[in-house]
């Protein structure tokens, strides 16, 4: 079965880095294009990041452009988010989360359990 | 990259039918039939319900239904079950690779 979990996640300060990683299983990883999603707080969902099955194509949220990139490993099935210049906003629960079922546009068909990062002095 | 919005609730008895609306612009729901809806239980991750407006993925009931007109797309609960309290969210296309979530809507089955 799709397995996606997520880890990396904790307490950093304003203005540091921190690196997320996603371990996927019970699928071939190098089909997919993977995501990252964030939820704040009491909060709703936020898309943050899309990176193509093969990895040369990414795209992310006005709101993490320039300071967050996403990048994976496909001989390691592992998709990652390092997240530079961290700011007390990107706290969040941030999920890992597979393109499907069929194209693209059509959403995110399995997801992850989540880590959280807090972002505070 | 404006949120799509949703009513913040929407309440109904066991076995009725409630619906969700998310409306967003003609540059994303109106544009795209690209709008998914996902189901969240309280400290779990989205659950993934419909896609392409009113796709089913294999394993969700059919008494969750979607539909889209003009920059508004719907979810619809029919049979209303108290397993179905949770919240939910839409989420449309919206070019050149982005995605657009909207608000969220908590469902209170009363």
């Known amino acids: 079965q799709v397995q996606l979990v997520e880890s990396g996640g904790g307490v950093v300060q304003p203005g540091r880095s921190l690196r997320l990683s996603c371990a996927a299983s019970?699928?071939?990883?190098?089909?997919?294009?993977m995501f990252w999603v964030r939820q704040a707080p009491g909060k709703g969902l936020e898309w943050v990041a899309l990176?193509?099955?093969?990895?040369?194509?990414?795209y992310y949220a006005d709101s993490v452009r320039g300071r967050f990139t996403i990048s994976r490993d496909n001989s390691e099935n592992t998709l990652f988010l390092q997240m530079n210049s961290l700011r007390a906003e990107d706290t969040a629960v941030y999920y890992c989360?597979?393109?499907?079922?069929?194209?693209?546009?059509?959403?995110?068909?399995?997801w992850g359990q989540g880590t959280l990062v807090t972002v505070s002095s | 990259q404006s949120a799509l919005t949703q009513p913040a609730s929407v309440s109904g008895s066991p076995g009725q039918s409630i619906t969700i609306s998310c409306t967003g612009t003609?540059?994303?729901?109106?544009?795209?039939?690209?709008v998914s809806w996902y189901q969240q239980h309280p400290g779990k991750a989205p659950k993934f319900m419909v896609y392409?407006?009113?796709k089913r993925p294999s394993g969700v009931s059919n008494r969750f239904s979607g539909s889209k007109s003009g920059n508004t797309a719907s979810l619809t609960i029919s049979g209303l079950q108290a397993e179905d309290e949770a919240d939910y969210y839409c989420?449309?296309?919206?070019?050149?690779?982005?995605?657009?979530f909207g608000t969220g809507t908590k469902v209170t089955v009363l």
């Open positions: 989360a597979r393109e499907g079922p069929d194209r693209t546009g059509d959403g995110f068909d399995y």
């Open positions: 990176i193509s099955y093969g990895g040369s194509n990414k």
């Open positions: 989420c449309s296309y919206a070019g050149s690779d982005t995605y657009v």
């Open positions: 392409e407006v009113s």
């Open positions: 019970g699928f071939t990883f190098s089909s997919y294009g």
């Open positions: 003609s540059s994303d729901v109106g544009s795209y039939n690209f």
